[in-house]
DNA sequence: GCCCAGAGTGAATCTCAGC
DNA sequence: TGCTGAGATTCACTCTGGG
């Protein structure tokens, strides 16, 4: 990737822009486009005041005066192009997210299958304080819909923070529907005549969590509709570059500017929590080299009830009323179990001073001795 | 529509069935199509048990050997095609839901802004026990969407119990996301084996509110994928009538049964609340003066540990090894807990026919019969 | 009868390095 | 490219059986 696109707002036609990037450039990209809303007329609140909806050009697509199913095509001709766009410059196994509501996200989802990409999640983003249905006519639209995609079926090693989510979810796995405010007070980017910059900033807290979940420290992020540049602004600050493209040149100054401002964290702040797969492989030998356990040490499984022997070999040998069984920590305590699998790491036990303790505590002392 | 197709269950191909019905003959559609899962092997627990997934034949679009692309062809044309016939169907002004996960879910919603349906609201239903994610690859997918429609953009006078869904929401809007638990326990149909009879039976909290938001006592609710007859039970119950097809004699002949069994409440009980009318908050003594409770009742809560008797002043009373307890639903509930606070809408059961309800389930009735 | 431990289960697109 | 084998991975709830 060229160092003159990095962390810098290029203004014009996304697509355009997005074919003029290197292929296979970018880790992860971020998309909020246009929800083509078809509102029809203005909206009142009960007491008569107007809501500012969005009404600005970019998100029309037709002639109001021809039929929906014109407009479908169109935004549909349009969504199929910046996101082919979108999957040439994204790394094979980088991960794409886009947001939207019911107006625009099944036309998006069905053009991302098509397209080949491979769904991994659709998440809900759940507004806490979410703008009533003034009519009573339906339930309160309380919700907007992301989905998680990788580039393709056969992606398997795309950036996921597991661990780091889970932390964040206080120690359970994360769900796919998130709870979070609206971007509102201070956060809100203003205007000089104090309106509202852009009609649908998105929370910085919503881009947090994207990008925690799908990236690493250094990972360049592509927003194709970086409007006043929230997803700028959270990358640069959890340490992640960006490449924004935006249409508007009034929007791109404001985010310009925004991120400007933004300080990144500490290194070691951005970090996600390391997994236990990123781990250095440890083979069972090196406990017996490293006289961490001898041969002919009788291990057990954690209700004392199965056991095996350790070989000088780093196998080790056991019989039940199945056979003999020799092999690796994983495969003998398979065997013993009846099981299609089984973790040796944790599975087999030492007695240590009275009390029994797995393995795999000697296998953290080899990983702090390295 | 003839008598004899009304509160029946019609085994058959679905579209060929919609096809043979008179048009425009239908308040309400319900749909839990296939997903067209495409899951691969198997899945193991980390504790090796292996997980009962949906394999079933109705649920394979296509070889699994061809390509991805080839079987979302052959989705989209069944999508079609039941679709155009559930449209045919509806009344000018009837309303469609439709069920699916974020597997084909955008097939859907696409469809039917192809087909002239406008989309009132999409609807997560938040699982509050989903299945985990047991590889950690993903977040844990934990909720379903429903798509609930009009059959035209024209149709403004479908119906939409707005003042229901409040009281049903303790007095404010409903919003789009609704937390629901899974269909288990002694709600889930079993077989002779003791294996669930149905691999994907859906919950009848989450149909109660379905035909409550927007049907009518009296209304004719088609369900073209009817299953093990949810969506039949519910209908009869809330006193409105429905048109049950489905593929398999087996899970037609358990429908049948099931639905036999219900006994419809009372017609004054499934009146939607009428509009316009602000409804005070319903004190529990409401439920002793309108006979849904007797004095002398003994609830329990959900474990069936606890206890505490209705008092005919609306209070309840209670002892433990704490002392004796007497006072509202949450105090006594609070007391015995140990606990700062306590809804005992929610905490407090009653058990009816062999299971266990809350008695917000009577409030509900309450409400609605208002 | 009560309590507690353990087993079971739900629409799931569920690993990955190294040879 | 495919195959092998190490080894990482679960939440909320219900039901059953033993003490």
Redesign the pocket.
Same mark, same amino acid.
């Given at each position: 990737m060229p160092v003159d696109n990095i962390d810098r707002v290029l203004v014009g036609d996304c697509i355009e822009l997005m074919q003029s990037l290197p292929e296979a450039s970018v880790d992860m990209v971020f998309a909020d486009p246009p929800y083509n809303l078809q509102l029809g007329g203005d909206l009142l609140r009960p007491d008569n005041s107007k809501v500012d909806a969005v009404d600005d050009d970019w998100d029309k697509f037709g002639d109001p005066s021809e039929s929906v199913g014109a407009s479908f095509a169109l935004y549909d001709k349009f969504t199929r192009a910046w996101l082919a766009a979108a999957r040439r410059a994204l790394k094979p196994e980088g991960t794409l997210w886009v947001i939207g509501s019911y107006h625009n996200i099944f036309r998006i989802g069905t053009a991302l299958?098509d397209q080949g990409f491979? *769904? *991994?999640?659709d998440i809900v983003w759940r507004k806490s304080n979410p703008m009533p249905n003034f009519r009573g006519k339906r339930f309160t639209n309380a919700h907007e819909t992301l989905i998680w995609a990788a580039r393709d079926k056969a992606a398997?090693?795309y950036t996921f923070n597991? =661990?780091s989510m889970?932390e964040l979810n206080e120690?359970?796995?994360m769900r796919s529907d998130w709870l979070l405010p609206l971007c509102t007070g201070g956060e809100r980017l203003k205007g000089e005549d104090g309106k509202k910059a852009h009609p649908t900033q998105k929370p910085e807290s919503l881009l947090f969590r994207c990008i925690m979940a799908a990236s690493n420290p250094g990972d360049v992020i592509l927003d194709p509709f970086f409007g006043t540049g929230t997803t700028g602004a959270v990358a640069r600050r959890l340490g992640r570059r960006f490449i924004g493209l935006e249409r508007d040149p009034d929007y791109a100054a404001i985010a310009r500017k925004r991120i400007a401002q933004i300080e990144p964290l500490a290194a070691e702040d951005v970090t996600p929590k390391p997994?236990?797969?990123a781990?250095p492989? %440890?083979?069972?030998g090196v406990l017996i080299e490293a006289g961490l356990l001898q041969p002919g040490t009788v291990l057990s499984d954690q209700s004392g009830r199965l056991h095996a022997r350790v070989r000088a070999d780093g196998t080790l040998s056991a019989s039940n009323a199945m056979g003999d069984h020799r092999?690796? %920590?994983?495969?003998v305590g398979a065997a013993l179990q009846g099981a299609p699998?089984?973790?040796?790491?944790?599975f087999w036990h030492i007695d240590v001073a009275g009390s029994r303790r797995p393995i =795999?505590h000697l296998r953290q002392q080899v990983r702090s001795g390295l």
């Open positions: 299958q491979w *769904l *991994l999640n398997k090693r597991y =661990d889970k120690g359970t796995q997994s236990k797969r781990e492989r %440890i083979p069972f092999g690796s %920590i994983h495969q699998a089984c973790n040796g790491w944790t =795999d």
